[in-house]
Nanobody, 116 residues
Framework: QGQLVESGGGLVQAGGSLRLSCADS????????MAWFRQVPGKQRVLVAS???????NYLDSVKGRFTISRDNAKNTVYLQMTGLKLEDTATYYC??????????WGQGTQVTVSS
């Protein structure tokens, strides 16, 4: 199946930027859609952005215009460029398939904390 390893999180002031990376060791990365999710304690994981194999992207309304998802199929990596970060973006961010039936075990995630 391959593992999903997220990185790039950290502590940033409101208005700042971060770039998250997700390395996928599975086979066939270039043929499948990928997505970023986020979760805060006590709440369900929410899909933030997704990208198809040909690069078409979709976003949660609250992050449109601020976040950009991209992928590098040669590196088996999907990225999430986050700008204009807000306090409410604070969460643990994960990557996986957008389709529930295609998801693999979740990685450890990467923590994003936005401070005022």
């Amino acid at each position: 199946q391959g593992q999903l390893v997220e990185s790039g999180g950290g502590l940033v002031q409101a208005g700042g930027s971060l770039r998250l990376s997700c390395a996928d060791s599975g086979i066939g990365f270039g043929r499948r859609s990928m997505a970023w999710f986020r979760q805060v304690p006590g709440k369900q994981r929410v899909l933030v952005a997704s990208i198809t194999s040909d690069g078409s992207a979709n976003y949660l309304d609250s992050v449109k215009g601020r976040f950009t998802i991209s992928r590098d199929n040669a590196k088996n990596t999907v990225y999430l460029q986050m700008t204009g970060l807000k306090l409410e973006d604070t969460a643990t961010y994960y990557c996986n398939a957008p389709q529930a039936q295609l998801r693999r075990p979740w990685g450890q995630g990467t923590q994003v904390t936005v401070s005022s």
